[in-house]
């Protein structure tokens, strides 16, 4: 129960820094950057200007959350009907409490290009800290799953597509704000990328040593790092060795190489930057819960 509590305000936490990025930075400059954010704000130019924002947002989601029911099952309803619900309903507090400028008229100069940065370190945590937990903020990526399921579009192909019409769109509108509407979601999408992948960054370490016994016992003692050794035979030479495989921290680097050349300074050793490292054993403070 307690777990479930913790994802659950994880995925709070992320849409309402997703709200905050939309309603204080996107809104009030009018900035694009696609998904049902961008079709709301693209529909507020065409209805007076005390319109509430998160009565056009309520119904978009709504649409849109009865699609996924009907295209893509109920699972995907239940995954997506928390967050879908909730972003409507803190615009709406927020309208109701705090006008959308309070921020922004604080700049006094860069604002759009501010506003377009801030937006999309803000929304892209968020919707990194919801993806993380296997949820989604629902809206246009309704229409993406419905494409990649039953047009077999690619998921990314999908979401390029559909966020590229709705920026195009609001370049007839405003082509100068549809362009800062792109660095912001440039931004989002980077963002994203990082805080949605669960394991630390790390690298691995490729080494090819005839001393792989003495070697395997140092990491294991300086450096208390695990490794897998496997055999491998030379191109040119047609020797047989072992290699070891040992995936470390950037910290860890410098030790490692300490290690290498202190026991085999003929090792032949390469790295590879790991975008995603987890598991019991690699992150050591797991060890010690």
């Known amino acids: 129960m307690k777990k479930k509590l913790w994802i659950f305000g994880q995925i709070f936490f992320g849409t309402c820094l997703v709200v905050i990025g939309f309603y204080f930075f996107l809104l009030p400059t009018k900035l694009v950057t696609g998904g049902m954010m961008g079709i709301s704000i693209i529909f507020s130019y065409f209805v007076p200007e005390n319109f509430p924002i998160s009565l056009i947002m309520t119904i978009g989601y709504g649409v849109l959350l ?5 295209f893509l099952g109920k699972q995907f309803f239940i995954r997506t009907i928390f967050s879908t619900v909730l972003t409507p309903l803190l615009t709406f507090i927020l309208e109701l409490t705090i006008p959308n400028d309070y921020f922004t008229n604080m700049i ?17 945590c968020g919707i990194g800290i919801v993806v993380r937990k296997n949820a989604t ?12 399921k039953y047009c077999k579009i690619p998921f990314s192909i999908a979401m390029y597509m559909l966020d590229g019409l709705i920026i195009f769109g609001a370049m007839f509108i405003n082509f100068e704000l549809a362009l800062y509407g792109v ?34 016992d140092a990491i294991f003692l300086k450096i208390d790092r695990g490794l897998t050794m496997v055999k491998s035979i030379g191109g040119y030479s047609d020797l047989e060795r072992k290699m070891i495989i040992c995936t470390i921290t950037s910290m860890e680097i410098y030790a490692l190489k300490l290690v290498v050349n202190e026991t085999d300074p003929k090792a032949f050793v390469f790295y590879v930057r790991t ?15």
Do not use: P, W
């Open 137 to 148: 903020t629902g809206g246009i990526d309704v229409l993406q799953n419905i494409l990649h």
């Open 275 to 289: 975008k995603e490292a987890y598991g019991y054993g690699f992150n050591k403070e797991e060890l010690n819960k």
């Open 66 to 70: 009865f699609l996924g029911l009907f």
């Open 183 to 216: 660095i912001s979601m440039i931004i989002c999408g980077i963002v994203i990328d990082n805080i949605s992948i669960e394991g630390k960054v790390g690298y691995t370490a490729f080494i090819i040593t005839t001393e792989y016994e003495k070697l395997r």
């Open 108 to 124: 006094t100069e860069g604002r759009f290009l501010i506003s377009s940065i801030v937006s999309g370190l803000l929304i892209g």
